[in-house]
């Protein structure tokens, strides 16, 4: 093959190989590449600036994608520039991304590999350390963020997310018309929603914004009625019923106390049953959940009321939305069911914001979806430390929709 050859099937804009080894026992291509003649545009690689003339010639070599069977390298003639600003540094290329030896389309190869499987797995794909293949992954996606255009942000969404006993709550603002996470903020405060808003928008973005889905904790209303006081508060369905399943939680622990015995046995085990919806659950589950029922009416109240309460948002018409809520919290009377007669009062004391349903169309399950979304990422990926490559992922995860999680549990 001629060298004009191995240029073309390279295919790197502006360079030419002047020099192959071929290792067919290793299997290991290796390709030298220079400037072709008439490449004269000499760029700093810190600011971006044009240089006229290159200060001194060196080398790099960095894997590429591989050739058929042949693990592929290319080294690089590289020129050094006297930058007025940034002092002697190296020209930018463009299939040079970074410091580390790689090419971008390598890269790229390696990124879009995690999008759909764990750095473990990529890592043995390509025959590279994790912390590599997670170094690649966190280039491919800033690169990706720099140069794409956001939506701007009419509905958003908050939520907390717990990530596990060190850094405990994370909140997320979320998009919820693009159903991508924008933002993660350490704690749950009003003081972490502050931040959102001072750092991440403008006076008139923060005006632009029509709606917000949160849970009904006051620190974060606070914060959205100080900066964006237009805003319309919706307390959605996902937050609400997570507050109605700790409420069939409480009710089960306490009876799981009060009584002894048999009644524990029956009780034991039976959490996630209670806290799953009983469309989902398969005739045996059923029975097992009816066996519990029949030796206490407590749970079989606590989960009807759980139940019961999911029609609330069949309705469209605020009167009648109103209306099935009062019933809902008339029934009620007499239960001796104290955690729910405290969902009921936050219920109450929420009402507008959970009317607003009606009133503004937003769209609801993205919250919960982005909550999945981002469990899944953490299940897989253990030990996100940095919650900036995690907020990247996720958004990814959202832009491609590749394995966008369905908003199945309690929807
Ligand atoms: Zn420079």
Redesign the pocket.
């Known amino acids: 093959m001629r060298q004009n050859d191995w240029t073309r099937i390279l295919g790197w804009p502006g360079y030419t190989v002047y020099q192959q080894e071929i290792d067919e026992k290793a299997k290991t291509l290796k390709l030298w590449v220079r400037r072709k003649r008439g490449n004269r545009r000499l760029i ?6 044009r ?1 006229t003339e290159p200060a001194d010639i060196t080398e790099r070599e960095v894997r590429d994608l591989p050739c058929f069977e042949y693990r592929t390298t290319v080294v690089i003639e590289l020129y050094r ?1 006297r ?5 002697l ?1 190296i020209e930018k290329v463009d299939q040079l991304p970074s410091k580390a030896p790689f090419s971008k389309r390598f890269e790229d190869a390696v990124g879009q590999a995690c999008e759909s499987a764990s750095a473990r797995r990529v890592a043995g794909q390509f025959a590279l350390p994790q912390s590599t293949v997670r170094a690649i992954d966190r280039r491919y996606l800033k690169r990706w963020s720099a140069q794409r255009r956001r939506p701007a942000l009419r509905h958003m969404g908050v939520d907390e997310i717990f990530l596990g006993k060190k850094t405990k709550f994370v909140t997320v603002v979320s998009n919820l018309e693009s159903g991508e996470p924008l933002w993660f903020g350490v704690e749950r405060k009003k003081e972490t929603l502050d931040e959102f808003f001072r750092s991440q928008l403008s006076a008139r973005q923060r005006q632009r914004i029509e709606a917000a889905c949160v849970d009904m904790w006051e620190p974060f209303a606070v914060s959205i009625g100080e900066w964006a006081p237009d805003c319309a508060i919706v307390y959605d369905k996902f937050h609400i019923m997570q507050h109605a399943n700790k409420a069939v939680d409480e009710v089960r622990r306490a009876e799981f106390f009060r009584k002894g015995g048999r009644m524990r046995d029956v009780v034991k085990g039976k959490r996630w049953l209670l806290l799953t919806r009983w469309v989902h659950l398969s005739g045996d589950k059923r029975q097992q959940l009816n066996v519990l029922f029949r030796l206490n009416r407590r749970m079989l109240k606590a989960y009807l009321l759980k139940e019961s309460l999911e029609r609330l948002w069949t309705y469209t018409y605020e009167g009648a939305m109103l209306r099935y809520l009062k019933s809902w919290t008339l029934q009620l009377r007499w239960q001796r069911l104290p955690a729910f007669d405290k969902l009921a009062h936050l219920l109450i004391d929420h009402v507008d914001g959970i009317l607003n349903y009606c009133r503004v169309k937003v769209r609801f399950g993205v919250v919960g979806a982005i909550n999945a979304n981002i469990k899944t990422l953490l299940r897989r990926g253990r030990g996100y430390k940095d919650l900036n490559y995690l907020l990247l992922k996720a958004q990814r995860m959202a832009a491609t929709r590749t394995e966008f999680v369905a908003f199945r549990k309690a929807a």
């Open positions: 700093c690689s810190g600011c971006g600036r240089i520039v930058c007025p600003d940034c002092g540094k």
